[in-house]
């Protein structure tokens, strides 16, 4: 290794040089763009109401991994791997410090969709949306879940069923790919189809057993390995074909059902992973998509062992303008190409056979998940190296960070363990502050596979992560086909961005290919709820219309009121938490105030005649004592308008609102519309249940997310 190499194990933040962007350039012939012609989307039925996916009624060849190198004369291994250079090469990346607190427990976890093919591997992806989590197997099956772990009635579906016509009607073999959209509340599922082309679906609607845009676009060569990223301009894919090749597809038209052109590029000498927004917030303004792949300095023609960041640049109205440019080479830990060698699928030792599978090491492993949050750029990887043992896998992680001068490595580590176990085919994601969550395959010659997972809490010392938690310890090995994976999927919830998903495979029993796969989800933020204390709650009415003074008050209403009576004068209501639970030195990274209709709007709906409903917090009483009190109405708050409600059912806290939610006693909210009234000597408001109801589950809740140091 060179000493550069060397060096950013104890520099994190040591940037590449322009050596070697310089080289890789030289290494890397980019060809493209290449302009595929305008498809059209064909409106699909409702997912949930084709026929229900019959188990065991084919059986389903999946295609080998393709080795766009086997031309050369020792199909691409160039000698890069032996025992011997591996012990001399093992990874010193830091590794998980076994003193320190494991990883949480599930709050979820569940059985997912088993092997109804007669293939392996599953390629297992899912992913998690406001209500559903949605997984996708290989031959290729579609199942939805609520939350509570339930498989909805008729499900699986098969994808193919989704397609009335064309290669995509008759393709169900594989390689499946699901994305929740977090700016557009949409979905998109994949596969490849034959005939050489990409299958791609996007729902019409938040609900994803709903109506769908089906798309087929054609591809130079078979698109192995097809994975997606989502991008605010484009949906972003990278393929294995005879080269790697990297796409853009018009994002916009696709979400209306509009035909949408295809911009390729190929020519780079290992695969790429697109970045995948994860998040409501959204990247810069104009920001490319954001390509990487590893390099090893003895495989590759290049000095270092490194990350590269590709920009992908497009332009949907004048495509030939699109570009692929390398903008960063950063140096990482030095470590050998493959595990066992390249393209050498018989490596991973399990219990109880002689078979050994696929460590899938000279790709990287999906997803590639960016988030912002706000004061940085933030983008997570992980892919499988060499053990610190002979024929074993451990897991590389690393986090990038944007500067004004580019992307840097922030942190990088191994979860390895230093013993005969291989951990492999991972899949890394990051919540609401930073947290990262690591998921993957856990095996020995005297261990079954089992399904594993570890996290790095913002404040672990960079680098390190937590002691492992198990998912599912499993029963049984695969004896009939070293494909193992080939890939598993970490997610993030959009309803909390706190709770991480996971799903992979795994066995109940040793057989040739019966696979099993599971689906788990924990958090590392806390979310405590904290609903309204009753005998605090209530409604104050203005005393006159342009008096701004509290004028008579409403303790033991079921509803809370707001917008005007019908001699305008305004309402507002009081709704009061006892947040005295949460721990003295907690972070609270985001609250929610979630309130439930109650009954029919008076008049016209306030929300189109005064404007917003708008919260002001008070870290304590609005007034003298947490009871309402007439004073409540106009009484100084910490903060005015620290939440805005668009609809009568909730609305997150500002970042400066968070601070005023009081660890030691009352958080007071007061709600009230953004105009007072609207001079037309009518009734205009609507309700909401207050403290006040019977029903625990009607009343009005503060959900506040929050760590511990």
């Known amino acids: 290794m060179t000493g550069s190499a060397k060096l950013t194990c104890m520099l994190p933040l040591l940037l590449g040089t322009a050596m070697s962007i310089g080289a890789a350039q030289a290494e890397d012939q980019i060809k493209g763009p290449f302009i595929g012609p305008a498809v059209n989307g064909t409106p699909t039925v409702a997912l949930g109401s084709l026929p229900k996916a019959v188990a065991g009624s084919k059986v389903i060849v999946i295609k080998p991994r393709v080795n766009p190198l086997a031309h050369e004369a020792d199909q691409g291994k160039r000698g890069t791997w032996s025992p011997t250079k591996k012990l001399q090469r ?54 939805v879940y609520n939350k509570a772990g339930a498989i909805l009635p008729g499900f699986p579906k ?60 054609l591809t130079p060569g078979f698109p192995d390995y097809l994975k997606f990223g989502v991008w605010p301009d484009g949906y972003y894919m990278s393929t294995n074909e005879t080269s790697y090749a990297a796409y853009a597809f018009d994002r916009v038209r696709m979400l209306q059902g509009l035909s949408s052109t295809q911009v390729r590029f190929d020519g780079v000498t290992n695969f790429m992973l697109p970045s995948d927004l994860d998040g409501k917030t959204a990247p810069p303004a104009g920001s490319p998509n954001y390509f990487y792949t590893f390099k090893d300095d003895s495989f590759h023609s290049s000095p270092t062992d490194r990350l590269e960041i590709r920009e992908f640049d497009v332009d949907f109205v004048n495509p030939l303008s699109s570009t692929f440019t390398l903008t960063d080479s950063l140096d990482i830990t030095p470590f050998t190409y493959t595990v066992c060698g390249f393209f050498n699928l018989d490596c991973i030792p399990q219990s109880g056979t002689l078979q050994k599978v696929d460590p ?45 001068g580019g992307w840097t490595l922030h942190q990088q580590g191994k979860i390895d363990g230093n013993n005969t176990t291989s951990r492999w085919i991972g899949s890394i994601a990051m919540d609401a502050v930073g947290n990262l969550a690591l998921g993957y395959s856990h095996s020995s010659a005297t261990l079954f596979p089992s399904i594993r997972y570890a996290v790095h809490r913002i404040t672990d010392a960079l680098g390190v992560m937590g002691p492992e938690r198990v998912l599912v310890n499993g029963a049984g090995s695969q004896t009939g086909s070293n494909r193992w994976g080939d890939y598993a999927t970490m997610s993030i919830d959009p309803a909390d961005d706190a709770t991480f998903w996971f799903t992979s495979e795994y066995y109940t029993a040793s057989s040739a290919n019966t696979w099993a796969t599971r689906i788990g989800a924990f958090r590392v933020l806390n979310t405590a709820p904290f609903r309204s204390v009753a005998a605090n709650d209530g409604i ?25 009576d019908g001699q305008d004068r305004q309402f507002r209501s009081i709704v ?48 003298n004592n947490n009871a309402l009190e007439t004073q ?18 909730f609305g997150g806290l500002s970042a400066a609102g968070l601070t005023h939610i009081n660890k030691t006693g009352s958080t007071q909210i007061r709600l009230r519309q953004t105009l007072d009234d609207n001079d037309d000597l009518g009734a205009d408001n609507h309700t909401v249940f207050s403290g006040n109801s019977p029903t625990p589950t009607n009343r009005p809740v503060l959900e506040v997310t929050y760590f511990v140091p």
């Open 90 to 143: 093992g990874a010193a990346a830091k590794t998980e410090a076994p003193s320190r607190t494991p990883a949480p427990a599930p709050v979820r976890n569940f059985a997912g969709q088993g092997n109804t093919c007669g293939c392996s591997p599953p390629d297992t992806a899912g992913d998690v949306g406001p209500n559903h989590y949605v997984q996708m197997v290989n031959a290729t099956q579609i199942a």
């Open 540 to 564: 104050i009415l203005e005393l006159s219309e342009n008096s701004s003074t509290g004028g008579s008050i409403d303790a033991t209403s079921l509803k809370l009121r707001f917008g005007d």
């Open 360 to 404: 899938v090491s000279e790709w990287p492993m999906f997803r590639f998940p960016y988030r912002n949050y706000g004061t940085r750029e933030s983008m997570a990887g992980t892919f499988t190296i060499e053990g610190s043992q002979i024929d074993t896998g451990a897991v590389y992680w690393f986090e990038l960070r944007n500067t004004p």
């Open 632 to 649: 409540d109405f106009q009484a100084v708050s910490n903060q005015q308008n620290a939440v805005v409600i668009t609809s009568a059912r």
């Open 576 to 623: 009061d938490f006892d947040t005295s639970a949460l721990p003295d030195n907690a972070v609270i990274t985001r609250a929610v105030l979630r309130l439930k209709a109650f009954g029919a709007l008076t008049g016209t709906d306030p929300f189109t005649t005064h404007g917003f409903l708008r919260g002001d917090i008070k870290n304590g009483a609005f007034s």
């Open 158 to 217: 098969e994808m193919n069923d989704l397609f009335a016509a064309g290669n995509c009607a008759a393709s169900n073999n594989g390689d499946p790919v699901v994305l929740y959209d977090s700016l557009a509340d949409r979905w998109l599922l994949a596969q490849f189809s034959i005939g050489n082309g990409v299958c791609v679906a996007v729902s019409q609607t938040a609900d994803p057993t709903g109506t769908y845009f089906g798309y087929e676009f």
